[in-house]
């Protein structure tokens, strides 16, 4: 049973570029959110995703977009990368939540990204 | 907000015991998280609290008092392996599941 998968492991940008990242949910997860952790900080919430739609966002600015496909696979976009953007982006998938479900938030390992 | 407080970093012994703490807003809060994160890997899933008072869980246990918006993770038995950073997350997302994470807690563990 394969987890969380993210693509690529590592990426190299230039400020201004633009960035695509990629996340496989756990097998029969359907939401997945994303999460940016700069060093030495927790991951910060940017936004989750749920039957193709962004379904709650953190506060990040609208360079930040995303999408979710039919098989529950989600990008993450940033647009016109900042220096301050350096970071691991982690995706977490999950099964959507229930009345009394208490799932966990499977981590995959991350996109390590550098804005140079 | 939602501030989740832990300490930066700690150190304990090998075979030792460690208790790491953790503070948070209670407005909207559902339950505790806490993960295990070795550098450059991914978190791991530890502990889910919802209801006050201790659960366990082999060497490591885990408390939640509600009404203080306070909880810790015990370590037990400290292995090197252990060291490692520890994020507390707050679940307030509602129906969603949105986790507010602290700044983690950087364990070391000494022989």
């Known amino acids: 049973d394969a987890g969380v998968t993210q693509s690529p492991t590592h990426l190299i940008k230039t400020r201004g570029q633009q960035v695509t990242l990629r996340c496989s949910p756990k097998?029969?997860?359907?939401?997945v959110s994303w999460y940016q952790q700069a060093l030495g900080q927790g991951p910060q919430f940017i936004f989750q995703?749920?039957?193709?739609?962004?379904?709650q966002r953190g506060n990040f600015p609208d360079r930040f977009s995303g999408h979710q496909f039919p098989n529950y696979s989600s990008e993450l976009n940033v647009n016109a990368l900042l220096l301050g953007d350096s970071a691991l982006y982690l995706c977490?998938?999950?099964?959507?939540?229930?009345?009394?479900?208490?799932?966990?938030?499977?981590f995959g390992s991350g996109t390590q990204l550098s804005v140079l | 907000g939602q501030n989740i407080d832990q300490p930066t970093e700690m150190t304990a012994t090998e075979g030792a015991i460690v208790q790491i703490n953790c503070t948070y807003q209670?407005?909207?809060?559902?339950?505790l998280f806490w993960y295990q994160q070795h550098a450059g890997e991914a978190p791991t899933f530890l502990s889910y609290?919802?209801?006050?008072g201790l659960e366990e869980k082999g060497r490591f246990s885990s408390f939640l008092s509600r009404s203080k918006g306070y909880s810790y993770l015990l370590l037990k038995e400290l292995q090197m392996k252990d060291s490692a950073s520890y994020l507390c997350?707050?679940?307030?997302?509602?129906?969603?599941?949105?986790?507010?994470f602290g700044t983690g807690t950087l364990l070391a563990v000494q022989p």
């Open positions: 209670t407005s909207g809060f559902n339950g």
């Open positions: 609290n919802v209801l006050d």
């Open positions: 997350a707050g679940d307030y997302g509602g129906a969603t599941n949105k986790l507010i």
């Open positions: 097998s029969g997860h359907d939401t």
């Open positions: 995703y749920y039957e193709e739609e962004e379904r």
């Open positions: 977490a998938s999950s099964l959507a939540r229930g009345l009394s479900t208490n799932e966990k938030l499977f």
